[in-house]
C-alpha cells in the first residue's frame, strides 16, 4: 500500500485515522484519502512526499468538490492527449 509506504519511509509521526480509504495515488510520492466516518460528502485529505510534516493537509472541502475538479482537469486535457487515452 502506497500510503503506508510513505509514511513509514518519512520521519513523521503521521498515521492514517480509522476509516480511511485512498481515492488516488500519484507516482508513488503522494496521495489523497478520504475517511468514511466525515460523512456524506467528507473532505479530501492529502500528503505529500517531503512537503507533509506534521498533519495532513486539506485538499478538498468536499469529496464532490474533488471529482468536479477532476472531470474538469480531465475535460480540459489536450486532444492528442485526450486520444491517447482514449485508444
Not at 479530501?44 to 510534516?53: H, P
Request: charged share 25%; aromatic share 12%.
Amino acid at each position: 500500500d502506497v500510503a503506508k509506504e510513505l509514511l513509514g519511509s518519512e520521519k513523521i509521526n503521521l498515521t492514517l485515522p480509522s476509516g480511511s480509504m485512498i481515492i488516488e495515488t500519484h507516482q508513488g510520492y503522494t496521495f489523497l484519502f478520504i475517511i468514511a466516518e466525515e460523512g456524506e460528502n467528507p473532505p479530501v485529505w492529502g500528503f505529500k512526499e517531503g512537503e507533509t510534516l506534521d498533519k495532513f493537509d486539506l485538499i478538498y472541502t468536499s469529496f464532490t468538490d474533488y471529482i468536479y475538479e477532476e472531470i474538469d482537469r480531465v475535460c480540459n486535457l489536450p486532444q492528442d492527449i485526450m486520444e491517447k487515452m482514449l485508444n
